[in-house]
């Protein structure tokens, strides 16, 4: 039985009203030109912006200004007289905050975009923290959310458990913001984790709030392959739209704005670092050192195995003038240099710790009842080398709008190679994780694109192992 749909990214509308603080509201489905919306595994908090063409003066009559409230409740199209499940559609109220690029295409009518972001960004911008904490650091960023920040305990999507457990902490008169940055940057899930200190919180489009690890984001596999091919009305016409093979599981571009950048992983401390830290106590200074090939060996990661060879010296190779086409010229080694995973100088970091800040023992062997500031591992090394890592191999695809899709999953993408053979690539195994998303919304005519940042975190086999060129079939004689 035919779907009957044929329209790739095709949604439907439940509200797109705006509400001023007078309790006066608007629908503006039939003024919205676009509305675009964006998440990040980098942000804590949505935004979005939606151009409207006003001939209601609404700008005038509803009094903006920047306190307005607009929801936005949109899903994917499944097909006739079918619904999208609730968590997959998107439902949110966001507090308008700028109007920009007001013009006037004709007299009576104006043309201006209205910029938009999550309320709760304002309560954690403004509200500020003079208090103690104590416990986990997952449990501290719980009670500043609720207790300060207005947000519902049934707003979590996902929050992991820390370790340790017997943390203290005295909040400077910050902002709720500037703490969610440092539990995010100090906590860790444990000494056996993927990246130590590899937390991340944000807010999905189609959900509520996430305190993830990288360790449990590369092991959320969305269930959809998206390919690049074509689609047909006659190939896909017993599929759900967002099945397998289905118009909107299909890549419609992409392009790869960097493939790597090893000046500036060496400079950042992507594949090796070192940090000094200065005992006041003991009067000693411990030096941590940051392998990439360690960190790499423990866990499974995304695909497995560094995006750099490591362990090996690095030659620095030149080669003589290439005289006949068929033969390659001889190259002649002029230089060595450390492999990249072992060059711990190129990123040094200063630190300190100490034991017993918050109890009166005299040994510093004992245990301490609350843990202070520590600093006796190179875990926020391997923090700092992670979102370097997360900046070298990325692809930008743009696939048909969907509504059941967040940053923090780990998407397949087939994309076949530049060549005409056939050929499977054995280091890229297409598995990518979904760091930013962004979704344009066509409002008259209900369709809509998304566009997906994705990065490697590593590839599928060693690099040394996989010999591409030998695998090539000799040309046939003609």
Not at 41 to 67: A, M, R
Not at 101 to 110: G, L, T
Not at 429 to 445: E, H, K, N, Q, V
């Amino acid at each position: 039985m035919s779907q009957g749909n044929y329209k790739a990214g095709e949604f439907s509308i439940e509200s797109l009203a705006i509400v001023n603080q007078e309790d006066e509201s608007v629908d503006i489905t039939d003024l919205a030109i676009g509305v675009k919306l964006f998440e990040s595994i980098y942000n804590k908090f949505t935004t979005g912006h939606v151009n409207v063409l006003d001939g209601l003066n609404i700008l005038g009559n509803y009094k903006f200004t920047g306190q307005e409230f607009i929801r936005i409740s949109v899903a994917q199209k499944e097909g006739i007289g079918q619904e999208p499940e609730k968590k997959f559609t998107i439902d949110k109220t966001f507090r308008i905050y700028k109007v920009e690029n007001v013009k006037r295409p004709k007299e009576s009518s104006q043309l201006f975009q209205l910029r938009f972001c999550d309320p709760r960004m304002f309560f954690c911008r403004k509200k500020r923290l003079s208090k103690m904490f104590r416990g986990s650091y997952e449990e501290m960023l719980q009670s500043a959310l609720i207790e300060e920040a207005n947000i519902k305990p049934q707003e979590f999507d996902w929050f992991e458990e820390t370790e340790p457990k017997n943390i203290q902490f005295i909040c400077p008169n910050w902002t709720v913001s500037k703490f969610i940055d440092y539990v995010v940057n100090e906590a860790n899930i444990g000494e056996n984790a993927e990246w130590k200190n590899g937390m991340f919180f944000f807010q999905t489009l189609n959900g509520g709030f996430r305190f993830s690890s990288i360790d449990t984001m590369l092991k959320r596999e969305f269930p959809v392959p998206f390919s690049y091919r074509p689609r047909s009305a006659e190939e896909t016409s017993q599929l759900d739209l967002n099945a397998k093979g289905g118009l909107n599981s299909m890549i419609k571009s992409f392009y790869i704005p960097q493939q790597f950048d090893t000046l500036r992983g060496t400079a950042k401390g992507a594949y090796s670092s070192m940090q000094k830290t200065y005992d006041p106590i003991r009067k000693q200074e411990v030096d941590f050192v940051y392998d990439l090939e360690e960190t790499m060996n423990r866990g499974k990661h995304l695909s497995g195995f560094p995006l750099i060879r490591t362990g090996e010296m690095e030659r620095s190779l030149t080669l003589e003038n290439q005289i006949d086409p068929m033969i390659s010229p001889a190259v002649t080694e002029i230089d060595i240099d450390f492999p990249p995973n072992e060059s711990y100088d190129s990123n040094v970091r200063y630190d300190f710790t100490s034991s017993h800040l918050f109890d009166n023992e005299d040994t510093l062997g004992n245990d301490e009842v609350f843990q202070g500031y520590k600093s006796v591992d190179n875990a926020r090394l391997e923090r700092t080398a992670l979102l370097e890592i997360l900046q070298q191999n990325k692809i930008v695809v743009t696939i048909p709008m969907r509504t059941d899709l967040t940053v923090g999953n780990v998407i397949q993408l087939e994309i076949p190679q530049p060549e005409p053979t056939n050929k499977e690539d054995k280091l890229n195994d297409g598995r990518y994780l979904i760091t930013d998303l962004s979704i344009a919304m066509s409002i008259p005519s209900k369709e809509g694109e998304m566009y997906l940042e994705c990065v490697k975190e590593s590839f599928a086999a060693k690099i040394a192992d996989v010999k591409p060129l030998q695998e090539v079939e000799p040309a046939e004689e003609v």
